[in-house]
């Protein structure tokens, strides 16, 4: 691969990713960007959320909503997507709670995993018992 030349903008997209942990949207971190730079496009933050997917350095989270979610957090954890306001919380897990499948022997090396959880956050659910 050509080295990567160096870019204020994905920067400052990669920056703002790594300081949130609310697994916002492209169109969300597109709105925040153009405080600091007005000119930036939607096209920019995808083109630049989709490099830096491929490079590892972010993570896309599919909730099977059809929106798109980002996490400037790569280490191995899960999620949680709340069904009914749609946030999406991490579950981070401790080394000994990671169990591999014991299929893994039989299929290869597994490299990493995604496990989405749905159900209803805690505020939501106190909403409800409310009612």
């Known amino acids: 691969m050509a080295e990567l030349k160096y870019s204020r903008q994905r920067e400052a997209l990669l920056k703002e990713l790594r300081s949130r ?70 579950i981070v897990q401790t080394a000994q709670d990671i169990r591999p499948s014991s299929a893994a022997s039989e299929i290869g090396s597994i490299e990493s995993h995604s496990l989405i959880y749905y159900g209803m956050c805690k505020e939501c659910y106190n909403k409800t018992k409310k009612q």
Do not use: Q, W
């Open 21 to 90: 942990h609310d697994h916002p949207t492209a169109d969300v971190l597109y709105h925040k960007l153009r405080e600091e730079y007005p000119r930036i496009s939607l096209g920019t933050v995808y083109r630049n959320l989709a490099l830096l997917c491929e490079l590892g350095e972010v993570k896309k989270i599919t909730c099977g909503d059809g929106i798109e979610h980002y996490d400037g957090f790569v280490s191995m954890h899960d999620h949680f997507v709340c069904t009914r306001c749609g946030r999406v919380i991490d």
